[in-house]
């Protein structure tokens, strides 16, 4: 009797002992959803203390010392948990997340390829394995793994995004929207298939259409900053140049970006409005981001011709020489300057820097005009003529003229 009492109480007390180390392993699993990690590792380490046999344990302790930046003991726990039960497959497929991190691809794949030997259609792994794939350049490999997807009825939103991208990828950009539509049927707010969606658009010409998705991204996303980018480039090339500047505006104060590249496209866009205070601004704060921005040191050149303020387009035309003596725009502008200012000889000194650095049609027709101010007939006519075979149409109606009574 006595020895029924003891077993029947020490199976008791085993049986509590258990449902105390379940409840421990119930209590880290939250803990871990909740991504409270160290209060999770403390009772993982309770279960496995208790029960060295707990594998699953070992595997969410693993996961821990993931996030927690300690790959070395992840490694060992997912090798502990691996000999326990060696088929557990969340163990192959999280060590391959890790591997992954590690940029260890070969090491990642041979897990991948374990699960999906197991598993065909689990779709993260074949995500990753398809990640693998593209980095490596083997995209008909990660082609063949989204199809496999498809065909297995997978109605995943990120699949089908992509397979788009790699439709994308080959310039299939009817199959790719094709694709992006279909992972937007479910996924209606996925801001990057719509983003993916909307460059589709513009790179078939459709550009109202592309307007109109990258529009729905910034609906979704306003922090999607290339939607924005992209969709002021359109408004400036429909010469929609408020809304142009509207976006860009936004991009500079919402983003804080201080790009020379972005300030010019807005100055471009004032000029184009013909607010040349404007572009001015704007150029001067991209030559704050770039001292040696040459290219918004012409602008501001041609700005301030545009505002009649010859001397100071020269200052700006000197500091580009200074920068870079081979900018031949800046050259003829300054040919074009003295030209106007009737400054003949200083004019031909330019314009023959420029025609040194490129043969530019206009260079030749524009030092014809000021050898013909020289009353230099033969080099006037010379130019004109080379000016006329380069194609400038103005030059090849006045050839004739200009080499009257000239021989070759």
């Known amino acids: 009797m006595r020895l029924i009492l003891i077993i029947t109480l020490l199976f008791i007390l085993s049986n509590s002992s258990a449902q105390v ?32 046999a707990y594998y699953e344990a070992y595997t969410y302790r693993a996961r821990i010392y993931i996030a927690l930046e300690m790959p070395d003991s992840a490694l060992k726990d997912f090798k502990t948990s691996m000999s326990q039960k060696k088929d557990f497959l969340p163990n192959y497929y999280y060590r391959a ?20 030997s197991n598993k065909s259609d689990f779709m993260p792994a074949l995500l990753l394995r398809a990640d693998i794939y593209e980095l490596r350049g083997d995209d008909n490999l990660a082609f063949n793994d989204y ?10 939103y990120k699949v089908y995004y992509r397979r788009g991208l790699y439709y994308s990828k080959q310039k299939k950009n009817t199959s790719a929207i094709k ?10 707010k996925y801001a990057p298939a719509l983003y ?6 513009q790179i078939l010409g459709e ?9 729905q991204v910034i609906a979704v996303d306003q922090t999607y ?37 972005l300030f010019i496209r807005m100055a471009k866009a004032e000029m184009a409005m013909k607010d040349y205070s404007s572009a001015d601004r704007y150029l001067s704060k991209a030559l704050s981001a770039n001292s040696k921005s040459t290219e918004a040191l012409l602008m501001r050149a041609k700005v301030a011709i545009k505002r009649d303020r010859a001397s100071t387009a020269l200052s700006y035309l000197q500091r580009i020489h200074r920068i870079n003596a ?14 106007e200012a009737k400054e003949y000889e200083k004019a031909l000194v330019s314009l023959t820097e420029c025609i040194k650095i490129k043969k530019v049609p206009k260079a030749y027709y524009l030092r014809g005009a000021v050898y013909s101010a020289l009353r230099d007939g033969d080099n006037a006519c010379k130019d004109t003529k080379q000016a006329a075979e380069l194609g400038h149409k103005q030059a090849k109606k006045d050839q004739d003229r200009v080499c009257k009574g000239k021989h070759n």
């Open 196 to 201: 993916a969606l909307a460059n589709s658009y």
């Open 21 to 52: 180390v379940r409840d421990e392993y119930n209590k880290g699993k939250e803990y871990f959803k909740h991504k409270e990690y160290q209060k999770a590792k403390q009772k993982f380490g309770y279960v496995i203390s208790h029960n060295t």
């Open 207 to 215: 550009n109202n259409k592309a307007i109109e998705y990258y529009s």
């Open 147 to 156: 199809n496999a997807l498809i065909k297995s009825g997978s109605k995943h």
């Open 97 to 116: 997340q890790l591997y992954f991190s590690q940029k260890k691809y070969a090491k990642a794949e041979k897990d991948l390829n374990y699960v999906i």
């Open 179 to 188: 694709d992006f539509t279909k992972a937007l049927s479910f996924k209606p």
């Open 326 to 339: 081979n900018e031949y725009e800046s050259w003829y502008l300054q040919g074009e300057i003295r030209y």
């Open 225 to 261: 900053k290339k939607a924005y980018e992209q969709r002021a480039y359109l408004y400036y090339f429909s010469k929609q140049y408020e809304k142009g500047l509207e976006d860009d505006r936004h991009i500079v104060s919402y983003f804080r970006l201080r790009s020379d590249t």
